[in-house]
């Protein structure tokens, strides 16, 4: 398919490359950024200096970064969200009960994307972030919403972004997924096994609207040492799950 017919403003979609490209770099300059891209340098300036005049990224030592003014929109973005706001405290209280990370996250053009983070007294340090997106087969979360995905919706979802391997553990065989995602929907949440992160488990409930669509995963992610059997089979678990009804039932009558 032509770039033409896939982006019919194709102005634009080079502004996004840019930011996007900014921030998977962590900052660059014109040589730098118009070399990664395999764009005219006069191309790449006019960008950049379109964006800083409009607040949008800002100049530092010769580099280009992604300005806090993005800030103000995610932020809008999040809390516009009913499910951010019903969900909010009842993570808060999942991370003090637990310990650990509680996570929520949310499915938009078939990534997953973290809505919400909180970490416990006792959480290690990870790189996951509010706003961080993630392929949904590499967590728990993600794996909880693909479960309840209407069949079609899931094909779109393995097509259009693959099952890259993040992990040694993580699934990337289309039938493989599609057998844990039955055992998912059998016992009610789903787990990660070190298939993101080496060394972390994860649990995962679904949180689904009345007519029973996944609108989001609630999550809690732990270190090995401490998300034993016992912990990771059956503690956990339920938390999760007392959680996600709590938070579904607030959706209804909020």
Not at 92 to 99: I, Q, R, W, Y
Not at 153 to 181: C, F, M, S, Y
Request: aromatic letters at 6%.
């Amino acid at each position: 398919m032509s770039t033409e017919t896939t982006y019919p403003v194709k102005a634009a979609a080079t502004t996004f490359r840019i930011i996007e490209t900014l921030h998977e770099l962590d900052g660059a300059g014109v040589a730098e950024l118009a070399d990664y891209l395999d764009m005219p340098k006069s191309t790449v300036h006019d960008h950049l200096r379109t964006l800083t005049e409009i607040e949008y990224l800002v100049q530092r030592d010769g580099e280009y970064h992604v300005g806090v003014r993005f800030l103000e929109l995610g932020g809008y973005v999040r809390n516009e969200l009913k499910l951010h706001r019903v969900a909010a405290p009842e993570i808060k209280k999942l991370a003090e009960d637990t310990g650990e990370h509680a996570n929520l996250v949310v499915e938009e053009h078939g990534m997953g994307i973290f809505l919400n983070k909180v970490k416990g007294k006792d959480a290690v340090q990870l790189d996951t972030h509010v706003g961080m997106r993630v392929h949904l087969h590499t967590t728990a979360t993600g794996k909880a919403i693909l479960a309840f995905l209407p069949e079609d919706r899931l094909d779109e979802i393995i097509e259009q972004h693959g099952l890259p391997a993040v992990t040694k553990n993580t699934i990337t065989d289309r039938e493989t997924l599609k057998e844990e995602l039955a055992e998912i929907r059998d016992r009610g949440y789903a787990i990660d096994d070190e298939e993101r992160v080496e060394g972390m488990r994860c649990v995962a409930a679904p949180l689904r609207d009345s007519s029973g669509y996944p609108i989001g995963g609630l999550s809690v992610s732990g270190p090995m040492s401490r998300f034993n059997d016992d912990v990771f089979v059956e503690e956990i678990p339920n938390k999760v799950l007392s959680t996600a009804n709590v938070i579904e039932v607030n959706m209804t009558y909020a």
